[in-house]
């Protein structure tokens, strides 16, 4: 079975600068994919930013990349140009193969002006 | 693009008491599924289908029953209503789990509350 541990239960960061999240997560599978979800103060859930664990690439969109590093079986995610608007709780997520989503706690992230 | 509407957004109920909360997505997508997150403890499974009359229990199936009549809709019972039971309940949809790293979509939820 899979596992997925974020420690940080909140962050406070000031708008405009780059705050990481972590998360490690544990599996038997070789292939699987990470995702990280955002989850606003209305309760909307919503889909950031996927990487493939066959790439070694991190993925990166708009101001979300991920710093996955493999050996460690961790995959943070890293905003930069904070906004108030991001203000929010962040879930890591793991599916190995056609498995289905195992969710960690979450992350809140405070973003002050 | 698509949206999935969960009703009722708030539900009392009494201990005991059988409840139901349902679902509906127009994304036409494949699977469905039923998550419960509670305050500190994130997502977590209830049961999911990947079809229209398929059910797949989760991680936290005990105590629920789900139904999956049409494609489109996803219905979820509370058997038997607990006070330690209250908490957001989150549908979501994919395209299905033959897709390689589907996204999920979510609704906006239906918070339980039980006296």
């Known amino acids: 079975a899979q596992k997925v541990t974020q420690t940080q239960t909140s962050i406070s960061v000031m708008e405009k600068t780059t705050v990481t999240m972590d998360c490690v997560y544990e599996?038997?599978?070789?292939?699987?994919?990470l995702f990280w979800y955002k989850q606003t103060a209305s309760g909307e859930i919503v889909f950031l930013i996927r990487?493939?664990?066959?790439?070694?690439e991190n993925a990166t969109v708009g101001h979300y990349s991920l710093n996955f590093q493999k050996p460690k079986s961790s995959i943070g995610l890293i905003i930069t140009a904070t906004q108030i608007e991001d203000s929010a709780v962040y879930f890591c997520?793991?599916?190995?193969?056609?498995?289905?989503?195992?969710f960690g706690k979450g992350t809140v992230l405070l973003v002050s002006p | 693009g698509g949206i999935i509407t969960q009703t009722p957004k708030f539900l009392i109920g009494q201990e005991g008491q059988k409840l139901t909360l349902k679902c509906q997505q127009n994304?036409?997508?494949?699977?469905m599924y039923w998550y419960r997150q509670d305050s500190g403890k994130g997502l977590r499974l209830i049961y999911y289908?990947?079809?229209?009359?398929?059910?797949q229990k989760g991680d936290l199936s005990e105590g629920y029953d789900a139904s999956r009549e049409k494609k489109s809709s996803f219905s979820l019972t509370v058997t038997s209503a607990q006070k330690n039971e209250m908490a957001v309940f989150l549908c979501?949809?994919?395209?299905?789990?033959?897709?390689?790293?589907?996204?999920?979509?979510f609704g906006s939820g239906t918070r339980l509350t039980v006296l």
């Open positions: 997520a793991i599916r190995p193969g056609y498995n289905k989503l195992t």
């Open positions: 599996t038997q599978d070789s292939s699987y994919f």
């Open positions: 990487q493939d664990s066959y790439k070694k």
């Open positions: 994304f036409n997508h494949d699977t």
């Open positions: 289908s990947i079809t229209e009359n398929d059910l």
């Open positions: 979501a949809s994919s395209l299905g789990l033959g897709s390689s790293a589907e996204t999920l979509y």
